[in-house]
């Protein structure tokens, strides 16, 4: 499996595993793909970006991932709530990656906005790692 796939399957695992993550979204809705008619709040793996890392010596990739934190709770609260969960649980976690080896993962951007129609708040968190090859 590519680095980025492992890295997806290991920071979905890490959510699941996140008790005080799955309290605060009434259950494990993380999802990879949005559900059609989801219950909120919810999380989802949205966007990733891969970019060649590669030393001398070594093959590594840099990730950005995007993670999207929705919710419907009247205002930023909630959204704000669940996104600091999420960067808690994820950054400087020590995922294992199977064929690779996580170098750091690290929190870099949050926006949390309210989304057009004024219902759903969307909270946008972006993070960085570094993988190598084993």
């Not at 979905?12 to 799955?22: K, T, V």
């Not at 999380?43 to 934190?69: I, K, M, N, P, Y």
Request: charge should be negative; avoid cysteine.
């Amino acid at each position: 499996m590519s680095a980025a796939v492992e890295l997806r399957r290991a920071v979905h695992a890490a959510l699941i595993a996140d008790a005080a993550l799955i309290a605060a979204l009434g259950g494990a809705r993380i999802h990879d793909v949005p559900p059609a008619s989801p219950d909120f709040p919810y999380v989802t793996l949205g966007e990733a970006q891969v970019s060649d890392w590669s030393t001398a010596t070594e093959r590594g990739e840099e990730h950005r991932l995007t993670l999207a934190a929705w919710s419907r709770q009247g205002g930023h609260a909630e959204a704000h709530a669940i996104a600091h969960l999420i960067q808690q649980a994820l950054h400087d976690a020590p995922l294992e990656l199977a064929g690779h080896a996580l170098v750091n993962l690290r929190f870099s951007e949050a926006q949390i906005r309210r989304e057009p129609g004024g219902r759903t708040y969307r909270a946008l968190l972006r993070f960085r790692a570094v993988t190598e090859s084993n």
